[in-house]
Structure formats: C-alpha cells, structure tokens
C-alpha cells in the first residue's frame, strides 16, 4: 500500500490525499484503501513495468529502500508502495468497529485536540454526491471537519481520518479493539499533534 509519499519538486504543485493505492502482486489488481473495486493489471517483473488492462497508462517501478517500491503516477508525487502485514486478523466486523467509533465519547487526542467520529456523512461527499460516502469527524478544537473510515483486507482492519476539510489521510492498522480501547499502529501521520497515537479509549 502506498503512504508517506514523497513529494517531487517542492517548487511545483503536488497532489496531497493520493495515499492508499493498494498493489496486490498476487493477483495482479490495483484499488485503493477507500474503495472495494478493483482493477486489473499487468505486472512484468524482467521489465519492471506495470499496465492497465483496460487503459494505456504504463509505469515503471524500482525498489526503495530494500524492502518497498516506488512509482510515478504524474502529479508530481512519488508513490511509495510498502508491504502490508496481514497478521493482525480481528474476530470483529467493520460495523463493530464503526459502532464503537461513533457511539463512544474519547479523550482529546495528546491532550490536544478533542474530535468526534460521527456517524454522519462528510459534508462534501454529499455535496459532491458521491458513491462511496465516508463518515464526518468533528474536529472541536479546530472548528473544522474533517473525515474517517475503516477499510478491511483479509480481516485485518484499517483505520484513516484527517483532522481538517484539507488535511492529509492519517492511517493506521488496528491490532486489537475491546470495550474500552481500540489499538493500532501507526502506518501514516500526517499531524505533528498527534504524533505517535497508538489507541482511541473511550474508558475512564
């Protein structure tokens, strides 16, 4: 999955909350963290080139950093795909989770800033009709709203929300939930404020 992308040329324009392009070289398919769909492609690995079926976008990949890849996607970020560990399989589904999320009240984040997971849609979704809507999160502190969603792959659970209408995605792979915490690692941080974030407790 892509995340912590890096920006190009810091002179030029870059496309933010591009995060989240999942590979799966099994396969052979692209999709993204916020969407079920996926597509396929073609993987030549002598060649090191990846193509759309469907379309005529073909990229080349190279390794990064030993264990990751990086691609070009135009827009001038760099796309940093990291290998996923699918070993933190959860006997819960997506709705407890979201249950959990929007029924519970939370501590402010780093004793800083004081957030709602809504249950209710993000404003510009709807605005912008869109298919697949993703919740609202309430940002208190900041007067703003920003959004969140979980997204499952083979039991293992996802969590993603930005503190703003303009911030980047934090990321986060849940590890465990119970009726008090909900834990996870972070996998992107985009806020310096709540660097380092391991678990929401909705308990005293």
Known sequence: MSYNNRIINNNYWYASEDEGVILDFDNQTIGTIQHDSIVSINIDFNKSKLSMKTDTLSVNFKVYKKDSIEIDFGRNMMHVFRPLNLDHKLSVNKSQINNFLFKNNFGKINDTIDVEFSDRYFFRDIEFEKTNKKNALIN?????????????????????????????????????????????????????????????????
């Open 140 to 204: 208190k502190s900041w007067n703003d709203e920003g959004y969140w969603y979980v997204k499952e792959i083979e039991q293992n659970f996802f969590l993603i929300f930005t503190l703003s209408q303009t911030s980047d995605q934090n990321i986060y792979q849940i590890t465990s939930i119970d009726d008090c915490k909900l834990k996870f690692i972070q996998l992107q941080e985009t806020e310096f404020r709540i660097s380092k974030l391991i678990e929401l407790n909705a308990c005293d």
